[in-house]
T-cell receptor
Framework: DSGVTQTPKHLITATGQRVTLRCSPR?????VYWYQQSLDQGLQFLIQYYNGEERAKGNILERFSAQQFPDLHSELNLSSLELGDSALYFC????????????FGPGTRLTVT | QQQVKQSPQSLIVQKGGISIINCAYENTAFDYFPWYQQFPGKGPALLIA?????SEKKEGRFTISFNKSAKQFSLHIMDSQPGDSATYFCAASFHTGGFKTIFGAGTRLFVKA
């Protein structure tokens, strides 16, 4: 158990809908990362937040957004969902802005029908 | 180029044998090269990592070999065990105001008992 929690575990929704995925980092970790894992694209970095501020952006679609709250938990919002958004979404956390060690949560499996 | 190329896609090794997974990168800005292990239904877990100023790092049965001039690095699993059967991802990270990690496509390892 990495200490990173993600909810929900599974999510099934329809195209065009909007969902919110939630992540709680390990105790004491200030940095949160979001990743998408799919069969065709592999594991892709989406975005990083550090102490409430966006610090790095990867291949994140404009339909997706994230935020980190004062209690350091983070949410990833996915809107106007398409079939191709079906994937595993992982959150990871690390101690500081540029800590090399990242600890991954168990993931949220999103299925868009 | 921010790609990390990983091979082979899959690997079958006899128990007690050596598993070797190779990765190559192009971007010289990468300054941290981790390997992650992922079991079905779980998030990736950091296995071992190396900085580019070191040519080899060993932790137990796991060794990373790093060739900076060739921009290649590899994971060796000595005395492979059935419990090592998992998907292994190489990755490369760099600082960019925050911290980005690019993952290889993954190698499915199966260790035969």
């Amino acid at each position: 158990d990495s200490g990173v929690t993600q909810t929900p575990k599974h999510l099934i929704t329809a195209t065009g809908q909007r969902v919110t995925l939630r992540c709680s980092p390990r105790s004491g970790d200030l940095s949160v990362y979001w990743y998408q894992q799919s069969l065709d694209q592999g594991l892709q970095f989406l975005i990083q937040y550090y102490n409430g501020e966006e610090r790095a952006k990867g291949n994140i679609l404009e339909r997706f957004s994230a935020q980190q709250f004062p209690d350091l938990h983070s949410e990833l919002n996915l809107s106007s969902l398409e079939l191709g958004d079906s994937a595993l979404y992982f959150c990871a956390s690390s101690r500081a802005l540029s800590s090399y060690e990242q600890y991954f949560g168990p993931g949220t499996r999103l299925t868009v029908t | 180029q921010q790609q990390v190329k990983q091979s082979p896609q899959s690997l079958i090794v006899q128990k007690g044998g050596i598993s070797i997974i190779n990765c190559a990168y192009e971007n010289t800005a990468f300054d941290y090269f981790p390997w992650y292990q992922q079991f079905p239904g779980k998030g990736p877990a950091l296995l071992i990592a190396i900085r580019p100023d070191v040519s080899e790092k060993k932790e137990g049965r796991f060794t990373i070999s790093f060739n900076k001039s060739a921009k290649q690095f590899s994971l060796h699993i000595m005395d492979s065990q059935p419990g090592d059967s998992a998907t292994y991802f190489c990755a490369a990270s760099f600082h960019t105001g925050g911290f980005k990690t690019i993952f290889g496509a993954g190698t499915r390892l199966f260790v035969k008992a």
